[in-house]
């Protein structure tokens, strides 16, 4: 390697663009020499160089750091709790419908179930036939996909939701599927499985099921938020409502 | 960490309800997160269950969080902190699989590992550190954004050995541009993380020089 103080300092420029490549690892033994030498010589250059290969180094490889498209989609579905955080602030001081979703479950008989999406509109309607299972059934038409699902008291003495999602052309769809708790928080989840089938189990603490759907590129579709519990009213809403 | 106004944005979005401001948070830091639970060796189903409750308790935690500067490294922490809950949780369950006695589970040297890692102040420091710097070069590409980051991370993201052809074709840019696109958009990324706080500040005069990429560089340079 030459002594860079042997040569007149205007025959060995080194640019930014020299700085790069050596920084990268692609420059010729001539350049790396050169560049190393100037460095040497000039702080000023060994900081520039420094900088650079900095760089360089924390950005190579970093594909290596992507995670998984599972853990990536579901991270993000954890995203709806916004929406039903944001719908519990705005119900709050609003006159709540009275969707007592538990008690009409409870109920014999057949009758119709209305379940209300957070903004008050129907989403859930359905039977509850003699078998002591609840069939609902939701076509989120904001969200583009279709909810099959009924809730059955099993044999262990779990009860469960259990159903699948579709795309419109009922194609089964990947989701995940959340029960949050009072807080918003998530209590429990699962995911459909190859067929868009799943069964999830009620606790006792959940308030509100989340249905994050994403297609095979692994696109979201808007989450559904439906409620599960009976939503608190206001006394004097609560007294009418009996 | 540097000021990051972006986080602090995106947090008054989510406290409003826009999931679309997660989707961009979670986007933003997936990379850190991942590269902390890779670090600590967890299996690819654990890995994706730690990778969840990390942000799960940043949900949980949106409306305490204050400090949105500080979201890397407590994502760091809090991370760490999940990976050996959760090798801690498989270690127990292994004992109880060995062993006749469940009650090892309450056992608490069935977490003392926990507190092996926590002790490793020195290394623990420097590793966060990187951490740190990696995800400030992360922003700073994302600050970058257009035809510039998606050169850099083509060039360098999947390590050596870039394929020129292939980016030359996937990025419509000449083979023969590349280098010289290349020199500018890392130009543009050490000022954008010059800004950010990366490295050490240079004198005004080198500054000067820096952001013509064609002016020479002194080898006699007075320091």
Request: glycine share 6%; aromatic share 6%; net charge negative.
């Amino acid at each position: 390697m030459s002594n860079s103080s042997d040569l007149p300092p205007d025959r060995n420029p080194v640019t930014t663009v020299d700085l790069i490549a050596v920084a990268a690892g692609d420059g010729d033994k001539a350049l790396i020499t050169r560049v190393h030498d100037a460095a040497r010589a000039s702080t000023l250059v060994a900081g520039q160089l420094a900088m650079f290969s900095r760089i360089v180094d924390e950005m190579r490889g970093d594909n290596l750091n992507e995670p998984s498209i599972n853990a990536l989609v579901a991270a993000k579905a954890l995203g709806a709790q916004l929406h039903a955080r944001r719908a519990r602030a705005d119900h709050r001081d609003r006159v709540v419908l009275p969707t007592f979703v538990e008690t009409l479950f409870d109920r014999a008989a057949a009758i119709v179930l209305d379940w209300l999406r957070p903004d008050g509109t129907p989403a859930f309607a359905g039977l509850r036939d003699d078998r002591g299972a609840d069939l609902l059934e939701v076509s989120a038409d904001a969200a583009g996909f279709v909810i099959r699902c009924e809730r059955t008291p099993a044999m262990d003495g779990i009860t469960r939701l259990v159903g699948e999602l579709v795309a419109r052309d009922d194609t089964p769809l990947r989701a995940r599927i959340m029960l949050l708790d009072a807080r918003g928080c998530s209590a429990q989840w699962t995911h459909t499985d190859a067929l868009g089938m799943f069964a999830i189990a009620l606790t006792h603490d959940a308030r509100e099921v989340v249905f994050a759907a994403y297609d095979v590129n692994g696109s979201a579709f808007t989450p559904v938020v439906l409620p599960l519990a009976p939503r608190e009213l206001p006394p004097d809403r609560a007294r009418e409502s009996r | 960490m540097a000021s990051n106004d972006g986080d602090l944005r995106l947090f008054e979005r989510c406290r409003a309800g826009d999931s679309a401001a997660w989707d961009t948070l979670v986007d933003r830091y997936r990379r850190l997160v991942w590269s902390v639970i890779l670090k600590q060796r967890m299996r690819d189903g654990d890995a994706e269950d730690v990778f969840q409750q990390v942000f799960t308790a940043l949900i949980e935690h949106i409306d305490s969080i204050r400090d949105e500067d500080g979201l890397a490294s407590w994502l760091v922490v809090t991370t760490k902190r999940a990976c050996w809950r959760a090798t801690a949780r498989l270690r127990r369950d292994e004992r109880n699989m060995h062993s006749l006695d469940s009650r090892i589970s309450d056992d608490p040297r069935a977490t003392e590992h926990v507190d092996q890692h926590a002790s490793h102040g020195d290394a623990e420091s420097a590793e966060t550190e990187q951490l740190l710097e990696r995800q400030l070069v992360r922003l700073g590409l994302e600050r970058l954004g257009g035809k510039c980051r998606a050169l850099l991370e083509a060039l360098f993201g999947a390590g050596s050995d870039p394929n020129y052809a292939l980016i030359s074709q996937r990025l419509d840019i000449r083979v023969g541009s590349i280098g010289p696109t290349r020199a500018r958009c890392l130009e543009k990324l050490a000022l954008q993380l010059r800004r950010l706080g990366f490295g050490p500040s240079l004198p005004a005069e080198a500054q000067a020089r820096f952001a013509d990429r064609d002016a020479p560089f002194d080898a006699s340079d007075p320091e």
